[in-house]
């Protein structure tokens, strides 16, 4: 009987929550999902960091929690920039292979105040605490065109979306290889088999490029696509069932596939009206499934 109430190390690396089966259920309650507005959560290769973002005073601020001595401390937010009391965009956070730099969609309060497209910002972990951002440079951000939803993978080459030249629709999805030394070579378009007319927005891409997820824009049904990498080339994407009735005034974003591949992330954003984005947003929620349903498309 005491065997049987102990918290299994599986639920631990979870942030002590009971893992979900084939229906999505809301992550961490009232620690990580509370009444405010919460968005994208994701943990570091050792499940020894969690990381999201907040809406507080409209500003968005990505906080953290870390795994110590068996317990994982409450969040905190991380300051991202020098003026942190001004409005700000620090989202979607994407954490390198050995846990020392993170990539995320930013909006410096400067920027904020000119309406600024979004760019690529990272922060380095230095003795245990993440520094002040710095935007990642050309040819990664641009003044010109807008850059969100980064993802690091193994070998550090990032891919983003962007509305640069070149594109197929309203965004595509880039890929820009890591040269070393914090440099990245010219991006180049992931193709025609995942990008489209339609334009393509948050993705996820696995840490070795065998497979990506992104919003599902290949058939009228909202939720989610994957494309599997065969023979080095993206296939295209099929939806797949994420276990609950899509609802239509919800926006459906933020895949992210936990590091063991065994639990899709996903965020869900609810604006009133429905249209009228994140200025009218009204509930932000972050959600947890087993990704067994994803890997059936594998064979297809």
Excluded at 205 to 232: C, H, M, Q, R, W
Aim: some cysteine.
């Amino acid at each position: 009987m005491l065997l049987s109430c102990q918290q299994t190390s599986s639920n631990l690396v979870y942030f002590n929550q009971v893992p979900p089966a084939n229906t999505p259920k809301l992550f961490a309650p009232t620690i990580v999902n509370t009444d405010s507005i919460e968005i994208n959560t994701v943990f570091n290769t050792s499940f020894t960091e969690l990381f999201f973002t907040r809406i507080i005073d409209k500003k968005f601020i990505i906080h953290h929690s870390e795994f110590f001595d068996g317990k994982w401390s409450l969040p905190k937010p991380i300051q991202m920039f020098s003026e942190q009391g001004k409005e700000s965009v620090a989202i979607d956070p994407s954490v390198s292979q050995d846990g020392n730099t993170m990539y995320f969609l930013g909006i410096s309060p400067e920027d904020r105040l000119k309406n600024a497209k979004p760019d690529i910002y990272k922060s380095q972990k230095i003795d245990g605490k993440w520094q002040l951002a710095t935007k990642v440079g050309y040819p990664i951000s641009t003044e010109e065109y807008a850059e969100s939803y980064p993802v690091v993978v193994a070998d550090g080459s990032l891919y983003f979306t962007s509305d640069r030249p070149g594109s197929l629709g309203k965004r595509d999805i880039y890929r820009a290889q890591y040269l070393g030394d914090g440099k990245f070579d010219t991006p180049i378009n992931i193709g025609p088999e995942v990008n489209s007319e339609k334009g393509e927005r948050s993705t996820y891409v696995s840490p070795d490029e065998s497979f990506l997820i992104t919003a599902n824009t290949y058939t009228d049904e909202k939720g989610f696509a994957v494309s599997f990498k065969k023979n080095g080339k993206w296939q295209k994407p099929t939806s797949f069932e994420l276990g609950e009735d899509i609802e239509e005034d919800w926006a459906y974003y933020c895949p992210y596939m936990s590091p063991d591949n065994k639990y899709l992330f996903f965020s869900k954003r609810y604006s009133s009206p429905p249209n009228s984005g994140w200025k009218g947003v009204a509930k932000g929620e972050v959600y947890w499934v087993s990704s067994a349903e994803i890997f059936k498309n594998k064979e297809k």
